[in-house]
């Protein structure tokens, strides 16, 4: 009779009773739905923790590019800068010599070349 009852019910809630599980097995169901659900859970996880790594190690990348590309800028100007001076040095140094020799061609006297100079 009770069997009877059970299939009544199962008829009546649409199922079978060859589909219902006992309570083992729906424990054992959701203990496999709950692991299932953790194991994505750790994937996920594992999953965003390496494209942290990805972004970080990017932006550590442009970070060093930068630096370089700063640093041969700072080295291209201070070039420049060297090669300027350098220029400017030869042409005053030329320049001096020239009015040496215009002094001298002058006066005629080359000490007084010297201190007239010394005063410039």
């Known amino acids: 009779m009770r069997g009877l ?3 009544e019910d199962y008829a009546f809630l649409g199922m079978s009773k060859e589909t219902t ?3 083992a097995e729906g424990a054992e169901t959701l203990e496999d739905d709950w692991r299932g659900k953790k194991e994505e859970r ?12 990805e972004r ?11 630096e370089q ?5 700072v080295a291209e100007l201070t070039s420049n ?8 040095l030869a042409r ?4 001096r010599e020239f009015q040496r020799k215009v002094l001298v061609e002058e006066s005629g006297m080359e000490g007084t070349v010297n201190q007239l100079l010394t005063r410039m």
């Open 42 to 53: 750790a994937r996920w996880r594992l999953e965003r923790e390496q494209q942290e790594k």
């Open 21 to 23: 599980k006992g309570p």
């Open 5 to 7: 009852c059970k299939e």
């Open 56 to 66: 970080l190690r990017l932006i550590e990348e442009g970070r060093k590019e930068k």
């Open 81 to 88: 800068q060297e090669k300027t001076l350098q220029d400017r």
């Open 69 to 73: 590309q700063w640093q041969i800028h």
């Open 92 to 95: 005053l140094r030329k320049f």
